[in-house]
């Protein structure tokens, strides 16, 4: 190995080395200050001194916030169940079936994603109250697919452009309705983009705060980021640093946990629009 290789290999790994620390470390630091209590908040200490749960004992033991937590996963959940649905269709449609205006239809769909969530807010409130769906689940699961659609959307229409073209028509040849196509033949070979975008939206889903603070006015319709983002401490003036920190550990944890069991699957969705005839 040349010098100048073996300098850039230490270059790159120092760089990875880099990216870690700067991407793992903030959450590093929530874990160790998710067990520090009293005065040990204010102090910089990487490594825990002592473990003490009342931080943790706090905000599970409060009022709302394990319901908080069910209303994000049934909101996450339902709003994943419904894209993926109405995303695999309408992929169907759009990459499959040779109709006028498709590509514009579809950079229509992409360019609803361009605009920032404050921009339609107020629009979605009003629509939000003429359903009669304000502080109900439902007004944040619907919001939730209308920007989640087009990206799964683009997705998956870009991957199934990609299947090899025989399978549809073998299919065809054998009777098979376009329902059966896409369940039965194409949904195996999408798996791993549908995990893809799938896991992708429940995390969009779980972590969204604007329009679930907006569409909800109770304690029991809220969701996790909204019930952390409105603990509160002794006082007026006090912010309390360790729930806050505590409660943002429970609530990351499990999407590291799904990111590490469907981690192949996520590697296999992003290379799944290469698959060639």
Do not use: C, H
């Amino acid at each position: 190995m040349t010098a100048q290789k073996l300098l850039s290999t230490i270059a790159f790994y120092a760089l990875v080395v880099v990216i870690f620390v700067f991407s793992v470390f903030p959450f590093y630091y929530a874990i160790v200050t998710s067990f520090a209590t009293g005065t040990e908040l204010f102090k910089v200490n990487y490594w825990p001194k002592a473990f003490s749960w009342a931080n943790y004992e706090t905000v599970l033991g409060g009022r709302n916030f394990v319901r908080s937590v069910w209303n994000s996963v049934f909101i996450a959940t339902t709003t994943v169940v419904f894209a993926l649905f109405l995303a695999v269709t309408a992929s169907y449609a759009l990459a499959r079936v040779r109709f006028r205006g498709r590509g514009l239809l579809l950079m229509m769909i992409l360019a609803v994603s361009m605009f920032p969530q404050i921009a339609v807010l107020a629009g979605l409130f009003e629509l939000v109250r003429f359903l009669g769906i304000f502080n109900t689940p439902w007004a944040m699961i619907m919001s939730y697919v209308i920007f989640t659609l087009p990206f799964t959307v683009w997705v998956l229409t870009t991957f199934m452009r990609d299947l090899p073209v025989e399978i549809e028509e073998a299919a065809i040849v054998d009777g098979a309705t376009p329902w059966v196509i896409i369940t039965k033949v194409f949904l195996p070979l999408l798996w791993p983009a549908l995990v893809t975008t799938g896991l992708l939206a429940f995390i969009g889903a779980w972590n969204e705060f604007l329009f679930a603070l907006t569409f909800t006015s109770s304690e029991t319709t809220r969701t996790v980021p909204v019930a952390i983002g409105l603990l509160s401490g002794a006082s007026q003036q006090e912010i309390p640093w360790g729930p806050i920190m505590a409660a943002s550990v429970i609530v990351t944890v499990p999407l590291i946990i799904l990111v590490l069991i469907f981690q192949r699957k996520i590697v296999a969705g992003l290379t799944a629009g290469g698959v060639k005839g």
